[in-house]
């Protein structure tokens, strides 16, 4: 389903830092885990972290494990990707995506029912 809007992406140089983020529609009444995912040309959709709706719980990648991280603002109806140490291969389209379901930060694509339109980061060499 749509009502998810992500902003932030863009190009950065490998060792760079960058910002995303993903704003929910007040149409949406609450949103328990939310997750970012990435594809990259020619790869299916991967996993790239989860946090449980209240922030208390979440879950990496293990290839951004330490370098990313997720964070949300329910006040604000937010949630954040924080990246830091960027290589080349994180080049992807970035989706967020949230489900209204209790839904502890899973990590499957299937268990979430709202996504963004997806924005993409590209990180040169």
């Known amino acids: 389903q749509e009502g998810l809007v992500e902003h932030g992406g863009g190009l950065v140089h490998a060792g760079g830092s960058l910002n995303v983020s993903c704003a929910a529609s007040?149409?949406?009444?609450?949103?328990?885990?939310k997750a970012w995912f990435r594809q990259a040309p020619g790869k299916e959709r991967e996993f790239v972290a989860s946090i449980s709706g209240t922030g208390d719980i979440t879950h990496y990648s293990d290839s951004v494990k330490g370098r990313f991280t997720i964070s949300r603002d329910n006040a604000e109806r937010m949630v954040y990707l924080q990246m830091r140490s960027l290589k080349p291969e994180d080049t992807a389209v970035y989706y967020c995506a949230g489900t209204g379901r209790r839904v502890l930060a899973s990590s499957r694509v299937n268990d979430y029912e709202y996504w963004g339109q997806g924005t993409q980061v590209t990180v040169s060499p």
């Open positions: 007040e149409s949406i009444l609450y949103l328990h885990a």
